[in-house]
């Protein structure tokens, strides 16, 4: 591989000299501003410092029959060649070893900065809001494997990167970031802010224990500030033959859960409200006995800015969070918390909801199927 560093004004007068002395099969590895010139700090230009390369093994045109009537040059040994090949590559490892030192201490991406396959991903990453924190662990391990890979002939495809990415991915994710939808507890809440859909997914949950496990199921509601969610409770309730009460505090709810003591699952619906109140949580509280036996899960929308999740997380943290779904994966492209919730913020992903449709459109998530949305695209199955 020959390598080549350039000073230029623009990327367009470097890209016109790579072709004209690398070839067009060369590729940009690195690109970044420097400032040349000036007195004593005062009076220097901006220009870019761009490094490319190229497969260095000589490409003939077909049809030409190389020819030559001089003298055999001999006057490069063998061992003078293989040092000369051995100089080569350490300047590349060198130059491949700072992209990494900057990788490491750069707060933010810039571009052309990683070689070409690996700059792809990176671009798809945070196209799908993936966190800078997780893209930069991510990146490293890759160009780690870059550097790992410059004396191997053919280069990794793209499509070999990409199957890199996925291993880097998954390592990524523990085996604790992926649950499962868990009956094993009587009381299961559901707790969020307002329109992530708790009362559509509580019902598709009720339908899939009652339905696919043969329990005995009821709903409590305490979502009494939205007449519209216990309406549509009621509705489901009645669709899928199930009880359900609808309670205001906590001795309606002791009184509730006497009333369904023979029942085998009791699904707890709670109101949404707006989650930057910090009285939310308190009053929910007085409603709902988090201390008991119980598991809870968060319900959070996959159309929501991360951001907004993370506040979302820190406004729930007094309540012990068991696991997190995450509904609307349908209305949007952007699927960036599947990664960052399991990773970023430790919390285990039970189920996610891709639609409507009771009790279909949602499925419990493997490590192989979250690294895939993210890779692949918007994909269901």
Same mark, same amino acid.
């Given at each position: 591989?020959?390598?080549?560093?350039?000073?230029?004004?623009?990327?367009?007068?470097?890209?016109?000299?790579?072709?004209?002395?690398?070839?067009?099969?060369?590729?940009?590895?690195?690109?970044?501003?420097?400032?040349?010139? &000036?007195?004593? &700090?005062?009076?220097?230009?901006?220009?870019?410092?761009?490094?490319?390369?190229?497969?260095?093994?000589?490409?003939?045109?077909?049809? $030409?029959?190389?020819? *030559?009537?001089?003298?055999?040059?001999?006057?490069?040994?063998?061992?003078?060649?293989?040092?000369?090949?051995?100089?080569?590559?350490?300047?590349?490892?060198?130059?491949?070893? &700072?992209?990494?030192?900057?990788? *490491?201490?750069?707060?933010?991406?810039?571009?052309?900065?990683?070689?070409?396959?690996?700059?792809?991903?990176?671009?798809?990453?945070?196209?799908? %809001?993936?966190?800078?924190?997780?893209?930069?662990?991510?990146?490293?391990?890759?160009?780690?494997?870059?550097?790992?890979?410059?004396?191997?002939?053919?280069?990794?495809?793209?499509? &070999?990167?990409?199957?890199?990415?996925?291993?880097?991915? /998954?390592?990524?994710?523990?085996?604790?970031?992926?649950?499962?939808?868990?009956?094993?507890?009587?009381?299961?809440?559901?707790?969020?802010?307002?329109?992530?859909?708790?009362?559509?997914?509580?019902? /598709?949950?009720?339908?899939?224990?009652?339905?696919?496990?043969?329990? /005995?199921?009821?709903?409590?509601?305490?979502?009494?500030?939205?007449?519209?969610? $216990?309406?549509?409770?009621?509705?489901?309730?009645?669709?899928?033959?199930?009880?359900?009460?609808?309670?205001?505090?906590?001795?309606?709810?002791?009184?509730?859960?006497?009333?369904?003591?023979?029942?085998?699952?009791?699904?707890?619906?709670?109101? %949404?409200?707006?989650?930057?109140?910090?009285?939310?949580?308190?009053?929910?509280?007085?409603?709902?006995?988090?201390?008991?036996?119980?598991?809870?899960?968060?319900?959070? *929308?996959?159309?929501?800015?991360?951001?907004?999740? /993370?506040?979302?997380?820190?406004?729930?943290?007094?309540?012990?969070?068991?696991? $997190?779904?995450?509904?609307?994966?349908?209305?949007?492209?952007?699927? %960036?918390?599947?990664?960052?919730?399991?990773?970023?913020?430790?919390?285990?992903?039970?189920?996610?909801?891709?639609?409507?449709?009771?009790?279909?459109?949602?499925?419990?998530?493997?490590?192989?199927?979250? $690294?895939?949305?993210?890779?692949? %695209?918007?994909?269901?199955?």
């Amino acid at each position: 591989m020959k390598v080549k560093k350039y000073i230029v004004k623009s990327m367009a007068e470097a890209r016109a000299s790579i072709q004209t002395e690398l070839g067009k099969d060369a590729i940009i590895l690195h690109s970044k501003e420097v400032e040349t010139g &000036g007195f004593l &700090g005062f009076f220097t230009k901006k220009k870019l410092e761009v490094i490319a390369a190229v497969d260095s093994k000589e490409q003939e045109k077909p049809g $030409v029959i190389k020819k *030559s009537f001089d003298k055999p040059d001999f006057s490069h040994s063998e061992m003078e060649k293989a040092q000369h090949d051995q100089s080569v590559l350490t300047e590349e490892l060198k130059m491949v070893k &700072g992209l990494l030192k900057d990788l *490491s201490e750069q707060n933010k991406f810039e571009v052309n900065l990683y070689p070409a396959p690996i700059e792809r991903l990176s671009r798809k990453l945070q196209t799908h %809001g993936v966190s800078q924190t997780i893209i930069q662990r991510v990146l490293k391990e890759l160009m780690m494997e870059y550097a790992a890979t410059l004396d191997q002939m053919p280069a990794l495809s793209a499509n &070999g990167w990409e199957l890199k990415l996925v291993n880097v991915l /998954k390592e990524e994710l523990r085996e604790s970031s992926i649950g499962d939808v868990n009956f094993d507890k009587k009381f299961i809440q559901l707790i969020g802010p307002t329109g992530v859909g708790k009362t559509t997914t509580i019902a /598709k949950l009720a339908a899939w224990a009652s339905l696919k496990k043969q329990k /005995k199921v009821a709903f409590i509601t305490t979502d009494t500030y939205r007449i519209a969610a $216990v309406e549509q409770l009621k509705t489901y309730a009645k669709i899928l033959e199930l009880p359900l009460e609808v309670v205001y505090t906590m001795e309606e709810m002791r009184q509730a859960k006497q009333k369904f003591e023979q029942y085998d699952l009791i699904l707890i619906d709670s109101a %949404g409200r707006n989650f930057t109140d910090r009285k939310y949580v308190s009053e929910l509280s007085q409603i709902i006995d988090f201390k008991e036996d119980a598991h809870t899960y968060l319900v959070l *929308s996959l159309t929501s800015k991360y951001e907004d999740m /993370k506040q979302i997380i820190e406004q729930f943290s007094l309540i012990e969070i068991n696991q $997190v779904i995450l509904t609307k994966k349908d209305e949007t492209s952007s699927l %960036g918390a599947l990664l960052n919730i399991p990773i970023e913020e430790g919390l285990p992903l039970a189920c996610v909801s891709h639609g409507q449709n009771v009790p279909d459109d949602w499925l419990i998530p493997s490590k192989e199927w979250l $690294v895939s949305q993210i890779i692949r %695209g918007n994909e269901h199955d």
